[in-house]
């Protein structure tokens, strides 16, 4: 490709609103414009790194035996209503209806659409295993839009759905899988880890997600250095720090600490660890009828450590709470604590019966002995608390809290690390969630009707261009990985339309690269040097040779790569071969 002849448009400075490093750098380089709220043109720059991103992962899926099909973007709303998303999935799903009235979303995902398929299509197991994917437009109608591709309304996905007789099949599927999406994130030069998370709204049992690191990164990966065990802070396992409880060996005491409403200020005014004390966190289950109106609403109290914090998705596996919880409104803490918040705590609740208060400990907290908690009466704590004799042992015990640097690891080896990650990638075994729910099933060799077992497998292909950058990138633009650079080298003539040499070695350079397969530009625009160079390095070409009058005199020419801190001089007949061994 030559310059002249493809669509080049940077910008010195980023717009007001570009807010991460990959939204700026996307904008300035002319790799996106933004035409509403998050929704972007993806100009053609741009455009070959995703169609780069997708060859890659179209390549790996195949390899892995999926096959590709495509389901359209606009589905009838009669198959998410057999599965209950259509109500449940909240306004981030876009519903449209046509001209005759009739319901219809715009798809965020395809699990509806492609089991419906399955249904019609797989009918026996002599057709199983099979996993089908496509790449497609995805809609999301996002609150609040922010970050250029990295929360979008509009996004390309890749998903993946895999059909399977039984759960040791699914497994395998899952398997096979993992280690396509390896393979993907590996070729595409990404460093990333692939960790334990939630399945979240899309449901299942068994999920990974696959990171992309890098310090600008939404979630926290937990992570074992001298081990294997890595998880999303959502899921990570956070072991009870005491070996045993502790005899008690301190007398119960209200203690006045005025004004002091936190654990943090608490032990400071007590000259007290804050490991020593109790934070307390109230929850509301709602019951409601068919109607749905509340006619029951059981209040929580949740015990942390008080340098802990809370993991709501954790609280939400506890039994009681898995149906929903809101935090408790300031009217129904003061009817059953007596008091406001900042000073409760679990001592002298009403623990059974009608309007009693269920009491969960974090596997920490259930430990301690002798700690500090809210005595719900405003200005006091109690001091010396001990589980038994002071108040009843909590009604569950449960791993509810967030896992800190430090932290032993679940598997034995070592403690825990804490980096950032940027979510590109996510594996979910499904089981029979979609196949019960919309009769998916096939005829096994008794010629009886089972369920099919399911997973699913995303990739957010938009997404990664935003990773890459916030992974790879300096003070002059982004740096892309060879594999998914819109260009992979870039040859720069210095006075071309002044110097016949120069354009005649130009113009070889550039024949000999596309003869070889290299994916290669040569800018033959006539800029000056200095913002030649600078459209490149901001645009992240990872390989950049120059050719100039005063370099061919001497039989060189300056080769470049985009995170060499110099130019290295080769002689114009090394520089075929140079190329060939760095791409490699």
């Known amino acids: ?14 717009p007001a609103d570009a807010e991460i490093a990959s939204h700026k750098l996307m904008m300035r380089a002319g790799m996106i414009k933004r035409l509403g709220a998050g929704l972007y043109n993806y100009m053609p720059m741009g455009l070959r790194v995703i169609r780069k991103v997708e060859g890659i992962i179209r390549a790996e899926m195949n390899r892995a035996g999926a096959v590709e099909l495509l389901m359209p973007v606009v589905q009838p709303a009669e198959l998410w209503q057999e599965t209950g998303r259509f109500e449940k999935m909240g306004p981030e799903l876009l519903r449209v209806k046509d001209r005759h009235g009739r319901d219809f979303i715009i798809q965020p995902t395809s699990e509806e659409v492609i089991t419906d398929i399955a249904r019609q299509e797989l009918r026996s197991y002599k057709q199983l295993p099979k996993n089908f994917y496509h790449i497609q437009t995805k809609f999301r109608d996002e609150r609040r839009p922010r970050f250029g591709v990295m929360r979008g309304r509009e996004f390309t996905m890749k998903d993946a759905y895999s059909f399977d007789r039984d759960v040791e099949a699914a497994g395998r599927s899952y398997e096979n899988m ?8 590996e070729r595409m030069g990404l460093q990333y880890r692939a960790v334990a998370a939630d399945t979240g709204a899309i449901g299942g049992d068994r999920s990974h997600e696959f990171q992309v690191i890098a310090e600008t990164g939404e979630d926290a990966i937990i992570y074992s250095p001298e081990g294997t065990y890595a998880a999303n802070i959502e899921l990570a396992e956070a072991l009870p720090l005491l070996a045993e409880r502790a005899a008690a060996a ?56 008080g340098d802990h914090d809370l993991n709501e998705v954790k609280a939400g596996k506890v039994e009681g709470l898995k149906g929903g919880f809101r935090f408790a409104t300031v009217s129904e803490i ?4 007596g008091c406001k918040p900042g000073y409760l705590g679990p001592i002298g609740l009403k623990r059974d019966g009608e309007g009693s208060v269920k009491v969960v400990a974090d596997r920490t907290v259930a430990r301690m002995a002798d700690f500090v908690c809210g005595a719900n009466e405003v200005d006091a704590h109690y001091t010396g608390a001990n589980w038994g004799r002071d108040l009843p042992e909590p009604d ?44 998916a099933t096939y005829l096994d060799e008794n010629g009886k009707p089972q369920l099919m077992e399911m997973g699913c497998y995303g990739i957010g292909v938009t997404r990664i261009l935003g990773a890459a950058i916030e992974q790879n990138h300096d003070e002059r633009g982004i740096i892309w990985p060879d594999a998914i650079a819109p260009f992979t080298v870039v040859v720069c003539p210095i006075g071309m339309d002044r110097s016949e040499e120069v354009k005649t070695a130009a113009h070889k350079l550039y024949q000999d690269l596309l003869d070889l397969g290299v994916d290669v530009l040569l800018d033959d625009r006539g800029e000056r040097p200095g913002a030649m160079f600078a459209d490149w390095e901001l645009i992240g070409v990872p390989h950049r040779v120059v050719i100039s009058d005063r370099g061919l005199k001497e039989g060189q020419v300056e080769y470049q790569g985009r995170r060499d801190a110099a130019a290295t001089k080769l002689a114009l007949a090394d520089v075929v071969p140079h190329l060939q061994q760095r791409l490699k």
């Open 1 to 14: 490709m030559k310059a002249s002849q493809f669509f080049i448009s940077t910008l010195k400075e980023a």
């Open 396 to 439: 569950v015990v449960a791993d509810i809290r967030n896992v800190v640097a430090g932290d032993p690891s679940p598997d034995g080896k070592g403690t825990l690390a804490i980096q950032r990650g940027i979510e590109v990638g996510h594996v979910f075994y499904l089981g029979t969630k979609y196949s019960a729910a919309m009769n």
């Open 250 to 305: 301190q007398a119960l005491t209200k203690t006045p600490t005025p004004g002091k409403s936190t654990c943090a200020d608490v032990a400071e005014l007590l000259k007290l660890p804050l490991t020593q004390t109790v934070k307390s966190l109230v929850l509301a289950a709602d019951e409601t009828n068919e109607a749905g109106e509340i006619i029951k609403t059981q209040v929580w109290l949740l015990l942390v450590r």
């Open 334 to 337: 003061e009817q059953h604590f």
């Open 178 to 185: 993992y280690q396509a999406y390896c393979r993907i994130f």
